[in-house]
């Protein structure tokens, strides 16, 4: 199984402030068959379901703002909020779909500071 | 507008089963891939299961593997999770998935609690 971990698992910032989370996999998530990373990021507030932010490690949903951004490859990927607003307080995830099983990231815990 | 609705949590005791559904509307059911997803009460997301769009291809996670089945009826646009032999861990929010470069939409959830 691939193992994935992020990093760290809370994090408190400035409002207008960068936050960024890491999440590293276990082994590649870069597919070959279109040399795409097979990598997305989730957000998740209490009471709600996860949100799908970022999928293919960088491509943006369609509706998030793009304050919003995903990079990296491979095996090492970020989660970056370039400014931080009061409604991005939440659970962020990764999460790998490359093969099953489909695992996430524990989970970063983002709150204003 | 895409729309996953859960339905079939509740409290059961350990060794027991429950079946959740999850009805679909607002796009072309037979067409995608579908997915299970746990929340375990102050921890995280983990998947549990999928199925392919005409349900001939299914997988599951270890946890679950034999325990668990999924399925889907295209007819009637809903998806189902049978669970049986059911334990302490298994007790989380239930969310039901549509796949489309990532988990692109989600439903409210549905809790399962066991518990004697």
């Known amino acids: 199984d691939i193992v994935m971990t992020q990093s760290p698992d809370s994090l408190a910032v400035s409002l207008g402030e960068r936050a960024t989370i890491n999440c590293k996999s276990s082994q590649s998530v870069l597919h070959n068959s279109n040399n795409k990373n097979r990598l997305a990021w989730y957000q998740q507030k209490p009471g709600q379901p996860p949100k799908l932010l970022i999928y293919?490690?960088?491509t943006r949903e369609s509706g998030v703002p793009d304050r919003f951004s995903g990079s990296g490859s491979g095996t090492d990927f970020s989660l970056t909020i370039s400014s931080l607003q009061a409604e991005d307080v939440a659970v962020y995830y990764c999460?790998?779909?490359?093969?099953?099983?489909?695992?996430f990231g524990q989970g970063t815990k983002l709150e204003i500071k | 507008e895409v729309q996953l609705v859960e339905s079939g949590g509740g409290l059961v005791q350990p060794g027991g089963s429950l079946r959740l559904s999850c009805a679909a509307s607002g796009f072309t059911f037979s067409n995608y891939w579908l997915h299970w997803v746990r929340r375990v009460p102050g921890k995280g997301l983990v998947w549990v299961s999928h199925i392919n769009s005409d349900g001939r291809i299914t997988n599951y996670a270890d946890s679950v593997r034999g325990r668990f089945t999924i399925s889907r009826d295209n007819a009637k646009n809903t998806l189902y999770l049978q669970m049986n032999s059911l334990r302490a861990e298994d007790t989380a929010v239930y969310y039901c998935?549509?796949?489309?470069?990532?988990?692109?939409?989600w439903g409210q959830g549905t809790l399962v609690t066991v518990s004697p």
């Open positions: 998935a549509r796949s489309d470069d990532g988990l692109d939409s």
């Open positions: 999460h790998h779909y490359y093969s099953t099983p489909y695992t």
């Open positions: 293919w490690a960088s």
